[in-house]
């Protein structure tokens, strides 16, 4: 029979189904973090149940640590005792732990691939949501809450309900200036919020496939923001090019039977989806998002919409709080508002290659006088690399301050937030109220977006700056 | 987990869609590492900031009910949104679609999460809003949800697994241990090239 792709990677993982009980799939790989972590580590000691596989379970610090003076003790008391949890709980358990400062440390979601964790035909989950960014990989990967995290600290396995398939085909070219940050929120956009509720989302098309490893990871990372299970994309030579030679890569004659493995994952031909949705890739404009979730979006050259444009009583109640949250007048062109802040960084959008895009922009340039622009590398190996490249000296030189790896304002956990009012434009996910800080204004963008805005000092493309 | 069977008192609504984790529990709160004494930070920005918000309002203290729009719980895996809600008292949460993570985490903790229609739900948050003290009835074995004194009724769905384990209050790690050697045989054919941590 023919199948998906995600069909396959479920029915390889099926442990035990029966009527009447949710599917237990097996789990390859579990990545740990200090935030969703440590009520589950008592769980386990409550029950006197040790981790099943710590050899399938890897830890790092990122949501709550600080991205300067890293060197020295953390400040916040309560941050403190958090990663002092995880320290001590990865110790009692025997889990490899990258802490702060670690040269492998860094955002679970950057780090997973870039160590090559992330294979195509694996299981992988995470007490994140973004963990739907290893499905670039031609992985099925989606977030957990903590009960789950024990759950798979105890058995490696996860008892599932089997959620729908769903295609998201962007066929045509991208024009020059539009990058997959834009893709993927055209596509909530598009969808909504509620959208992918129930699904795991297939990316298919020539845009998806012209795509890097880097792109697709930002498209499959924001998934959960139209409300996905998981999102995925079929593994093919751009997958594999990324995954060879990366440390936990297979080797050899193994190497050799994983790809003739992978190569029988993409979705047949004759297989169908529960729902299909098409976008035409070559209209894609750049995207800013207006709102207070990531479904409220415009292009670049539109302006703030005003609620009564939106069919239905209900979006037009939530646009018009939206816009009271944002402090926005409908219709006000985007090109014409001021931020105050320029965050670059965050599981979506802080690898090399956005760095290199974010650098490529600001090279010779300065930061809009008053404008706060930091860039936050998503792990202490893109840091390293992007220092090698001297990456950090553009940045530095126009004006931006150059962190260490974290999540930073992507949740204003740590001492890295917007005041109240303030207006950023993000790289991150989420413009959720208060996300970046309480009364904080978010806008999301691209890479390229957030570093002309930078310069700018209002939301603009590279192609305007003068 | 405790058992639960059937739920009945007065609810609080919550006319708003597409409410995410963050709003239910601000991040500042996610750095405890206890699963109690998150109720005070329930919408803590929304409770700060508004006066009239529902839950600053007198008429709807002691509910244990929650009737939200649609999308509740989208966003960040944070169960702590969970504990949050079962800490100030809350027992179900009402909405026509919940995020996948949420609805999952809240059947883990004994919170009942009821899809109903989306007018069904507009229906019920109505009457509440009209009559705070409307008493609601949810029937987990069963499958319903109704507020006998306006004659509203609708079914809901819980897939059999997740009923199962709310009306016997098991511990679904112990369910999943009982497969412990099919487990076992399923790691002995996981292919070779997939890989395991090394110890620095
Ligand atoms: S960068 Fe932001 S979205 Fe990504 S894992 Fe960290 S907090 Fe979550």
């Known amino acids: 029979m023919s199948k998906t792709l995600s069909e396959k990677l479920w029915e390889r993982h099926l442990v035990h189904e029966a009527p009447g009980d949710q599917d237990l799939l097996y789990i390859d790989m579990h990545l740990v973090h200090e935030v969703t972590s440590p009520q589950a580590f008592d769980g386990l000691r409550l029950a006197n149940r040790p981790v099943r596989r710590p050899d399938l379970t890897l830890a790092t610090a990122d949501h709550n640590v600080p991205t300067i003076h890293i060197d020295r003790p953390i400040a916040d008391p309560v941050s403190a005792t958090q990663l002092r949890a995880l320290d001590t709980n990865c110790a009692a358990f025997g889990i490899e732990l990258y802490p702060l400062a670690h040269p492998n440390q860094g955002i679970v979601h950057v780090i997973g691939p870039e160590l090559g964790l992330t294979m195509p035909g694996m299981t992988v989950v995470c007490g994140d949501s973004h963990t739907s960014?290893?499905?670039?990989?031609?992985?099925?990967?989606?977030?957990?809450?903590?009960?789950?995290?024990?759950?798979?600290?105890?058995?490696?396995?996860?008892?599932?309900i089997r959620p729908r398939t769903m295609a998201i085909t962007v066929d045509g070219d991208l024009q020059p200036g539009v990058t997959a940050k834009d893709v993927i929120l055209a596509i909530i956009g598009m969808i909504g919020t509620g959208g992918g509720i129930g699904h795991i989302i297939e990316y298919r098309g020539s845009v998806i496939r012209a795509l890097s490893m880097e792109g697709r990871m930002t498209i499959c990372n924001m998934s959960i923001e139209a409300g996905a299970k998981a999102g995925m994309i079929a593994p093919d030579d751009t997958t594999f090019a990324y995954v060879e030679g990366r440390k936990y890569a297979p080797r050899g004659v193994l190497w050799e039977r994983a790809l003739d493995d992978w190569r029988t994952l993409p979705t047949d031909s004759a297989a169908e989806f529960a729902r299909d949705v098409a976008l035409d890739g070559s209209a894609i404009r750049p995207h800013v998002s207006w709102g207070t979730n990531p479904g409220q979006v415009v292009p670049i050259d539109g302006a703030v919409p005003s609620p009564e444009s939106f069919d239905d009583a209900g979006a037009r109640e939530v646009a018009a709080r939206a816009l009271t949250y944002m402090g926005l007048v409908p219709g006000t062109p985007m090109r014409e508002?001021?931020?105050?802040?320029?965050?670059?960084?965050?599981?979506?959008?802080?690898?090399?290659?956005?760095?290199?895009?974010?650098?490529?922009?600001?090279?010779?340039?300065?930061?809009?006088?008053?404008?706060?622009?930091?860039?936050?590398?998503?792990?202490?190996?893109?840091?390293?690399?992007?220092?090698?490249?001297?990456?950090?000296?553009?940045?530095?030189?126009?004006?931006?301050?150059?962190?260490?790896?974290?999540?930073?304002?992507c949740l204003g956990m740590n001492a890295d937030k917007l005041r109240a009012g303030e207006r950023c434009a993000s790289t991150s996910n989420r413009n959720f109220e208060g996300r970046q800080g309480p009364g904080g204004r978010t806008h999301l963008v691209s890479p390229a977006v957030a570093a002309a805005t930078a310069i700018a000092g209002t939301f603009a493309t590279p192609s305007e700056l003068g | 987990m405790q058992p639960v069977t059937r739920i009945v008192g007065t609810a609080a609504p919550l006319d708003r869609s597409d409410v995410d984790t963050d709003q239910i529990?601000?991040?500042?709160?996610?750095?405890?590492?206890?699963?109690?004494?998150?109720?005070?930070?329930?919408?803590?920005?929304?409770?700060?900031?508004?006066?009239?918000?529902?839950?600053?309002?007198?008429?709807?203290?002691?509910?244990?009910?929650?009737?939200?729009?649609?999308?509740?719980?989208?966003?960040?895996?944070?169960?702590?949104?969970?504990?949050?809600?079962?800490?100030?008292?809350?027992?179900?949460?009402?909405?026509?679609?919940?995020?996948?993570?949420?609805?999952?985490?809240?059947?883990?903790?004994?919170?009942?999460?009821?899809?109903?229609?989306?007018?069904?739900?507009?229906a019920l948050l109505r009457a509440v809003e009209h009559d705070p003290t409307l008493e609601i009835m949810i029937d987990v074995a069963e499958g319903w949800i109704?507020?006998?004194?306006?004659?509203?009724?609708?079914?809901?769905?819980?897939?059999?697994?997740?009923?199962?384990?709310?009306?016997?209050?098991?511990?679904?790690?112990g369910l999943s241990l009982r497969h412990v050697d099919k487990i076992s045989a399923y790691e002995t054919g996981r292919p070779a090239w997939m890989p395991s941590v090394d110890p620095d």
């Not at chain 1, 090399?352 to 202490?380: H, Y």
């Not at chain 2, 999308?71 to 960040?76: A, L, M, V």
């Not at chain 2, 504990?83 to 985490?105: H, K, M, Q």
């Open chain 1, 133 to 160: 960014t290893h499905g670039a990989f031609g992985a099925l990967a989606f977030g957990i809450g903590t009960s789950e995290v024990e759950h798979v600290m105890a058995t490696q396995c996860l008892p599932q």
């Open chain 1, 337 to 409: 508002i001021a931020v105050d802040t320029v965050f670059i960084g965050s599981c979506t959008n802080s690898r090399i290659e956005d760095l290199r895009l974010a650098a490529d922009v600001v090279a010779g340039r300065t930061v809009k006088p008053n404008v706060r622009a930091m860039v936050v590398p998503g792990s202490m190996m893109v840091r390293a690399q992007a220092e090698v490249e001297g990456l950090d000296r553009i940045f530095k030189d126009a004006g931006f301050e150059w962190r260490a790896a974290g999540c930073s304002m």
């Open chain 2, 25 to 122: 529990i601000p991040a500042s709160w996610l750095k405890r590492v206890e699963r109690t004494g998150f109720g005070i930070g329930l919408f803590s920005a929304w409770r700060e900031n508004d006066p009239d918000f529902v839950l600053n309002r007198p008429e709807f203290g002691g509910a244990k009910i929650l009737i939200a729009g649609p999308n509740f719980g989208i966003g960040s895996s944070r169960e702590h949104a969970v504990w949050a809600l079962t800490d100030f008292g809350f027992e179900a949460v009402v909405s026509p679609r919940f995020g996948d993570i949420f609805r999952n985490n809240a059947t883990k903790t004994g919170l009942v999460p009821v899809v109903v229609s989306e007018e069904f739900g507009e």
């Open chain 2, 146 to 173: 109704s507020a006998p004194s306006v004659g509203l009724e609708s079914e809901f769905t819980l897939d059999e697994f997740t009923r199962h384990r709310l009306l016997e209050g098991l511990d679904d790690i």
